[in-house]
C-alpha cells in the first residue's frame, strides 16, 4: 500500500511540475488573438487586424497571413475541421464567416450579414459538418445560425430571449460548445445564464454589468466549467469559476479559484483543467477545487490536442503559448 501511495505522490508531483513549463512558442506580430484551434499536429489561430497563423508541426514553426481585403476585421474565432480546411469568423457588422480549404492561402465568403445589431462570439461544430454560430441579442432574441454542409452555407435558427442587459463575449469563442445536438451556451452582462438544450440556469457567477458574467464553458464527461469575471477589473477574485460534478445540475465554488477574470476553461482529463485571462493561466489537478497559478502572462485562448497532451493558449500581441503535460 506505501508503495501505491508513493507511485500517486510521485505521478501527481510530476504532473504539477511539467505543468509549470509554459513555454512561448510565438510572439511579436501586431494581432490580439482570441481564435485557436487544431486537427492532429496542425494548429490553428486568429486575431486582430485580419491575421491568421497556421502551423502544421505542433507550433515548432508558423506561417503568419493577412486576410486580403479583411486586414482591419477582428477574426474572434476558428473552427477547425482538418489540416487545411477551417473557418473564420469575424465579429460587428458587417459579420462575416469565411472558408478556407487550402490551409489558409485562399478563403471564402461563406455568411454575410449586414444587421447593424450583428455581433458574433464564438463557432462551434459536431463533426465535420455541423456547426453552430453564436451572436449577441438581435431585437431581444438571441442569434445563433447553423450549417450541416461544413460551413459552406449558414441558416438562421430561433434562439431564445434574452434577458434585459444580457449579451456574449467573443472573447475566446468558447461560450458555445456541442454536446450530440444539444447547444450549451453561457451569456454575461447584468445576467449570467447557462443555456442547456431548452433548459436555463442564473449562474452565481460576478454579475451585473457589462463586463462581467460567463466567457467560456467546457465539458468533460459528467464534469462542467465555466469561467468568468469582470474583463475591466481582471484582478478581481470572487466567483471567477464554476465547477459541476454532474453535469450542470448543480454548481460549487473553487475552495481556491483562480487568480481573476478569466476568458477560457478547457480539460486535458476529468481532473486536470487549465484556465487563463488576462492575468495569468492557472491549472487544476483536482477537479476544479483548487487552482495554481502556472503563469502571469496574459492568455485570451485554449485549445488542448488530446492526442500528444499538448495545451496552446493564444493571447496579445500575437502570442502563442505550449504546456507539456
Given at each position: 500500500?506505501f508503495r501505491?501511495l508513493?507511485?500517486f505522490?510521485?505521478s ?7 505543468a ?9 506580430n501586431?494581432?490580439?488573438l482570441?481564435?485557436?484551434?487544431g ?23 508558423w506561417?503568419w ?10 477574426f ?10 477551417a473557418?473564420l469568423?469575424a ?6 464567416i469565411l ?18 445589431a ?16 453564436l451572436g449577441?441579442p ?9 450549417t ?22 467573443a ?5 458555445l ?8 451556451m453561457?451569456?454575461?452582462?447584468t ?24 466567457n467560456?464553458?467546457?465539458a ?17 477574485q ?9 453535469a450542470g ?17 478547457a480539460?486535458?482529463?476529468q481532473d486536470?483543467?487549465?484556465?487563463c485571462g ?13 487552482w495554481?497559478?502556472?503563469s502571469d502572462?496574459?492568455?485570451?485562448a485554449i ?10 493558449l ?12
Open positions: 500500500m501505491n508513493l507511485l505522490f510521485l501527481t508531483c510530476s504532473l504539477a511540475a511539467a509549470q513549463n509554459l513555454e512561448i512558442i510565438s510572439t511579436g501586431g494581432t490580439n482570441r481564435g485557436i484551434g486537427f492532429k499536429n496542425t494548429v490553428w489561430v486568429s486575431g486582430s487586424n485580419g491575421y491568421t497563423g497556421r502551423s502544421a508541426d505542433g507550433g515548432k514553426t506561417e497571413r493577412q486576410v486580403p481585403g479583411f486586414e482591419t476585421n477582428d474572434r474565432d476558428i473552427a477547425v475541421l482538418n489540416e487545411n480546411t473557418l469568423m465579429i460587428a457588422s458587417p459579420a462575416y472558408k478556407t480549404t487550402d490551409g489558409g492561402h485562399s478563403w471564402k465568403t461563406v455568411y454575410e450579414n449586414r444587421d447593424t450583428m455581433f458574433l462570439d464564438a463557432m462551434a461544430f459536431s463533426g465535420s459538418k455541423t456547426g453552430y454560430v449577441d438581435v431585437r431581444g432574441k438571441i442569434f445563433i445560425a447553423q450541416t454542409d461544413a460551413g459552406n452555407s449558414w441558416i438562421q435558427l430561433p434562439g431564445p430571449a434574452a434577458l434585459p442587459g444580457e449579451a456574449f463575449f472573447a475566446s469563442g468558447s461560450n460548445i456541442v454536446s450530440g445536438k444539444k447547444l450549451r453561457v451569456s454575461g452582462g445576467v449570467s445564464r447557462l443555456f442547456d438544450g431548452s433548459k436555463t440556469t442564473r449562474l452565481s457567477l460576478m454579475q451585473g454589468s457589462a463586463s462581467t458574467g460567463a467560456s464553458i467546457a468533460l464527461g459528467s464534469r462542467l466549467m465555466i469561467a468568468g469575471g469582470n474583463f475591466q477589473d481582471p484582478g478581481r470572487d466567483s471567477v469559476l464554476l465547477f459541476s460534478t454532474d445540475k448543480t454548481f460549487r465554488l473553487p475552495h481556491n479559484g483562480p487568480a481573476g477574470y478569466r476568458s477560457v476553461v480539460p486535458l482529463t486536470t483543467w487549465i484556465t488576462l492575468n495569468g493561466v492557472d491549472i487544476t489537478t483536482d477537479g476544479g477545487l483548487n495554481k497559478p502556472v502572462k496574459p492568455f485570451n485549445f488542448i490536442n488530446q492526442e500528444t497532451k499538448t495545451a496552446y493564444a493571447g496579445p500581441k500575437g502570442t502563442v503559448g505550449r504546456i507539456q503535460f
